[in-house]
């Protein structure tokens, strides 16, 4: 007892310089723990001017989905096999955030409809819905659709969770599978998490509409297709976006921020998340057919422009937000004469770092890491494909309110945190 108290007048009387120090460097779990010590540690592990300063000092780790075995081609379907790890840059090391244990959702496409599969993390045992499932479909995929402060927005089939790795609480979503979910962002002013999504754009005599659903809820708004006063003229607003599945944004302040896209006229989409409107803004001299993703860097919008199988890709940052002047921070070439892996194959580079780190997604099953030089750091090889690399997590164990909504009497805890 007396060691302990040691430990709590230590936490209580260091500087708050020392305590951010030591806590950035506790594995979350750790911190779980030390929270039910004693009242004196949980006080100091859960004060939140502490737990916000600590997750601002966390560094962006990219996410790597389905980066196990996902389904052999036998068609058993091994869900311990999902997984979607973050990378740590500085130590090139992997660790799971979400994964299945050895559940067998079903033992072959014959079972599509799930009629004698184990209720994993179902309200009901009527609550999925597989649809249509034609000989060549994939089987039903986890989803990481966005991430933003610590928290995931995810799916698998028509089941949508936001949930943080950290804590590992989640809470449920209405089913979104017949939108095209565009973004996940917290609105400043009320301390609410949204998620922003459209009707898309099959139907030609159709017009987009947009929604926003408040993390808790289970109707969503629809806000129409607003633009702002100030833009000069729609670009493509009104054809909607590439799910953020697959071009995440990127929110800073009040304002979320989407990668160019050729349906936007190669401009950044903006949304003003506390007026509810959009606008655009100019992006950097893009490189002819190249890629343009976005990440923050310095609390500034950054983007990295690359093109596939080329070796030299940019790191962008925009010094002045109100004019668009940008200033290109690396001009960065992989070595490709020195790197093997990449001889003969298809490759695409980006950059996810503020740092200049590259990860190169390869046609051969490998993820590769190198520095801002090009230089070879770490090699990563998966046995069925290579995971995609479209967001990063930046660990928090903020809490959130809709995570301690009660849940329904017949609820199956999740299974994306077991055994973890």
């Given at each position: 007892?007396?060691?302990q108290?040691d430990?709590?007048?230590?936490f ?6 020392v305590?951010?120090?030591i806590?950035r ?12 010590v004693c ?20 560094p962006?780790q990219?996410l790597?989905?389905?980066?196990l075995v996902?389904?052999?081609?036998d ?7 999902y ?5 740590d ?21 014959a ?8 209720r ?5 045992k ?39 790795p ?22 400043v ?12 754009k099959?139907?030609?005599?159709a017009?987009?509409c ?9 109707e ?17 607003l ?18 979320l ?6 349906r ?7 949304f003003d ?10 992006a950097p ?5 190249g ?8 609390r ?6 690359s ?5 030299t ?12 002047v ?9 070595q ?14 980006r ?20 520095d801002?030089?090009g230089n070879?750091?770490q090699?990563?090889?998966?046995r ?13 164990l ?7 909504t ?6 199956v ?5 077991q055994?973890?």
């Open positions: 007892m007396a060691e108290a430990v709590v007048a230590f209580r009387d260091a500087p708050p310089r305590i951010i120090e806590v460097r506790l594995p979350s779990r750790s911190i779980l723990r030390l929270r039910a009242k004196g540690l949980r006080d100091v592990m859960t004060y939140r001017p502490l737990l916000a300063a600590v997750h601002l000092l966390h962006p990219p790597m989905c389905f980066g996902a389904c052999p081609n068609l058993n379907i091994k869900l311990r096999d997984c979607v790890e973050a990378l840059l500085r130590s090139d090391t992997l660790r799971p955030v979400l994964r299945f244990t050895d559940n067998e959702y079903y033992d072959d496409m079972n599509v409809e799930g009629l004698d599969a184990p994993i993390f179902v309200f009901s009527d609550q999925i819905n597989y649809g249509e499932v034609d000989d060549g479909a994939g089987p039903p995929e986890l989803v990481v659709h966005a991430s933003v402060d610590g928290l995931l927005l995810v799916s698998f089939v028509n089941l949508w969770y936001v949930c943080n950290a804590t590992r609480q989640w809470a449920a979503l209405p089913d979104l599978s017949d939108y095209d979910v565009i973004g996940l962002y917290e609105h002013s009320s301390g609410d998490y949204r998620v922003l999504y459209h009707t898309g099959d139907d030609e005599n017009s987009t947009y929604y926003v659903l408040t993390v808790g809820d289970q969503a708004r629809s806000i129409g297709c607003p633009i702002s006063p100030a833009a000069t003229e729609d670009v493509g009104d054809i909607g976006l590439v799910p953020s599945s697959l071009a995440p944004p990127v929110q800073l302040g009040c304002n921020h989407w990668p160019p896209q050729e936007q006229g190669f401009q950044i989409l903006v998340t506390e007026a509810e409107v959009f606008s655009w803004m100019r001299n893009p490189i002819p057919n890629s343009m993703h976005l990440l923050e860097m310095d500034r919008l950054a983007m990295s422009v093109k596939t199988s080329k070796a890709l940019q790191l962008w940052r925009l010094e002045d937000y109100s004019i668009g940008w200033f290109q921070v690396y001009r960065i070439t992989v490709v004469p020195r790197i093997r892996d990449l001889h003969y194959i298809d490759y695409f580079p950059v996810v770092s503020p740092e200049g780190d590259v990860l190169i997604e390869c046609s051969n099953k490998l993820i590769l890491h190198c801002k030089i070879l750091l090699k990563f090889q998966f069925e494909e290579v995971p995609l690399v479209r967001h990063v997590l930046k660990e928090s903020l809490p959130h309110a809709f995570f301690l009660p849940k329904p009497d017949d609820v805890e999740l299974p994306f945190f055994g973890l």
